[in-house]
């Protein structure tokens, strides 16, 4: 399973173990007027490179971050960061939608050995608060050509698959956007309607953070999840509204040991663009929102 680690066993790994690539997986909302790569330029962990997650999205995709099934492709943009199959890669980022976790599963799909992966809890402000080195500019990168991506397609759930268990559930789907939107709300982007998948689970993402951006220890989470009513020995299918922050919780289950779960890649960007599904209205409904212990 992946590893949730601190600033101090970061900068132990970063001194002291070979084969250690650090990536920067920030990206932001384009509604927040940040750039993520110049951010980085301005000031990352020592020896960080930036990984940017949109080169891994699917271009001919009217979807937006829908992630690319090009293997020859995928292999090529990895190796260019430097990266074989052996190293151990800590994602960190400074976003507030924790887009580490995005990264972290978006490498699990590739294939990439679970148990070499880990996150730095609490981003780059843990780093800068522990007193971290932190250089500038861009990062000097010798490339590679032998990343082999074994592709799981089992870690990514379509909306064929999606219409099937809203007929003949098998699954348990949890959405994890703002529990207002859940509810109905307005969507940000523009033609979708409102709402959410009928029979899923609300959850929102930030109630599994601290106020300082750490994750919440993750038998308290475990407590809140279990709370609204999921049962953790069943399949579990994460969505959101583009599958950014859907990948927070498939981390935590991961951190939960849980061993049966995928993301909607699709999530609300695909399954609120179009009418209502044969068989979508008037199913029988779990309650709108549920309170959660935070």
Same mark, same amino acid.
């Given at each position: ?156 759930? @379509? ?9 003949? =559930?098998? %699954?348990?789907?949890? #959405?994890? +956007?703002?529990? &207002? !939107? ?84 699709? @999530? ?9 599904? =044969?068989? %979508?209205?008037?199913? #029988?409904? +779990?309650?709108? &929102? !549920?309170?959660?212990?935070?």
């Amino acid at each position: 399973m992946p590893w949730l680690i601190n600033a101090t066993q970061l900068d132990k790994f970063r001194k002291g173990q070979k084969n250690v690539v650090i990536l920067d997986a920030t990206w932001f909302l384009p509604t927040e007027g940040r750039d993520a790569k110049a951010e980085f330029e301005a000031g990352h962990i020592i020896g960080s490179r930036f990984l940017d997650l949109n080169v891994f999205h699917e271009k001919e995709s009217s979807l937006p971050n829908m992630l690319t099934r090009d293997e020859d492709f995928i292999s090529a943009k990895v190796g260019e960061l430097g990266i074989t199959n052996d190293h151990k890669i800590i994602l960190y980022d400074r976003s507030p939608l924790h887009t580490s976790c995005r990264a972290l599963w978006m490498f699990k799909v590739f294939g990439h050995n679970p148990n070499q992966l880990y996150i730095l809890d609490g981003g780059f402000d843990a780093w800068q608060k522990y007193g971290g080195k932190v250089d500038q500019g861009e990062a000097r990168v010798t490339p590679k050509k032998n990343y082999t991506v074994t592709y799981q397609a089992h870690l990514i759930r @379509s909306l064929v698959q999606m219409k099937t268990n809203l007929n003949h =559930p098998t %699954e348990q789907v949890v #959405d994890v +956007r703002h529990p &207002v !939107r859940y509810a109905g709300g307005k969507e940000p982007r523009p033609n979708l309607r409102s709402g959410h998948i009928p029979g899923s689970f609300s959850f929102p993402y930030m109630t599994m953070f601290e106020s300082d951006g750490r994750f919440k220890p993750i038998e308290r989470i475990r407590k809140q999840f279990t709370g609204i009513g999921v049962v953790l020995e069943a399949p579990i299918v994460t969505t959101c509204g583009s599958a950014i922050t859907a990948p927070i919780l498939d981390v935590v289950l991961d951190l939960m040991n849980h061993t049966d779960h995928s993301v909607y890649d699709g @999530s609300w960007s695909e399954w609120g663009s179009t009418i209502l599904y =044969p068989g %979508e209205d008037g199913l #029988d409904e +779990r309650p709108v &929102v !549920r309170s959660i212990d935070t």
